[in-house]
């Protein structure tokens, strides 16, 4: 998984998080929309905080080396654990 990342808001529904691809290095900017992060907190409300796993991948554009000439990304892919707070 992508040790380092940050998440920067770009609007009032979206953030786009910052890492780099844990395979091939490539810095990325993966777009995420608020609805992740509520749906996590809702799933929260009770007391304690919960998690929510969003699936991520690499979409570079870096050339790799048998990647069909109409995809993008070195085809590594991991979860991002979202987690709230009480």
């Known amino acids: ?26 810095a990325l900017e993966l777009p995420l929309f608020a609805g992740v992060f509520r749906q996590s907190a809702s799933a929260g409300q009770g007391g304690g905080g919960t998690s929510h796993v969003e699936p991520m991948s690499c979409m ?15 085809g590594a892919y991991w979860t ?6 009480p």
Do not use: K, Q
Request: aromatic fraction near 2%.
């Open 1 to 26: 998984m992508a040790s380092d990342h940050t998440l920067v808001p770009v609007g009032d529904e979206e953030y786009v998080l910052l890492c780099d691809c844990p395979r091939c290095g490539a």
């Open 80 to 85: 991002l654990t979202i987690t709230s707070t």
């Open 60 to 74: 570079c554009l870096d050339d790799h080396p048998n990647r069909p000439h109409d995809r993008t990304g070195c």
